[in-house]
């Protein structure tokens, strides 16, 4: 047979609250050490034509969420003051040529204009409509760092590609701090 210890609060030697419960099983994490914030996500909610051969900074403009408010607006997300530390960090790109002209895409994360990351997709053997990037990636960052994606395609007829937004989460950016 085995104990059971019933608390609605845990606290330190401090008195400080780690978690809490509501006496109905919903537990709350209060100390900054166990939650997994902040955490971001960034929609595109409308397609954004990208000129061919050249590289360009996704557009990102719909806030889905973002619990310490690090994306101001213009294309990037910024690590708050105060929450440095190990993120996983995720984003997708769809592009689309409506003429099947897509030979070659790239897109890259920069953490303040440097690349992290270079997810390559050449298509020797033909020509494609839609092509789909998903990487993640653990990465160390400080307060202040701006997150930002690159997208770059290559047609057969030197058109524009679409990066494809709308509101079913094509396109999008993603992170959270990791506990520990």
């Known amino acids: 047979m085995g104990s059971i210890i019933k608390v609605n ?5 401090n008195n400080n609250a780690i978690m809490t419960s509501d006496g109905a099983g919903v ?13 971001f996500f960034i929609n595109k909610s ?11 900074i996704v557009t990102f403009d719909t806030v889905v969420i973002d619990t310490n408010s690090g994306y101001d607006g213009t294309n990037k997300y910024t690590i708050p003051a105060g929450e440095g530390g190990t993120y996983l960090i995720s984003y997708q790109i769809v ?13 890259q994360l920069y953490v303040n204009g440097v690349p992290q990351s270079n997810y390559y997709l050449n298509i020797s053997t033909g020509v ?34 679409d990066v494809v937004g709308g509101s079913n989460y094509n396109s999008w950016l993603q992170g959270y701090k990791l506990i520990g």
């Open 95 to 107: 592009f689309n040529d409506a003429q099947e002209k897509i030979t070659e895409s790239n897109t």
């Open 27 to 39: 537990v709350t994490p209060n100390a900054s050490g166990i939650k997994n914030t902040p955490n």
């Open 128 to 161: 494609l409509v839609f092509v789909t990037h998903s990487p993640s990636l653990v990465l160390n960052l400080s307060a202040g760092d701006e997150l930002k994606v690159n997208a770059y395609s290559n047609t057969t007829d030197s058109g524009t590609t």
């Open 46 to 56: 409308a397609d954004q034509a990208i000129n061919d051969v050249t590289n360009t």
């Open 9 to 13: 609060e845990y606290k330190d030697f």
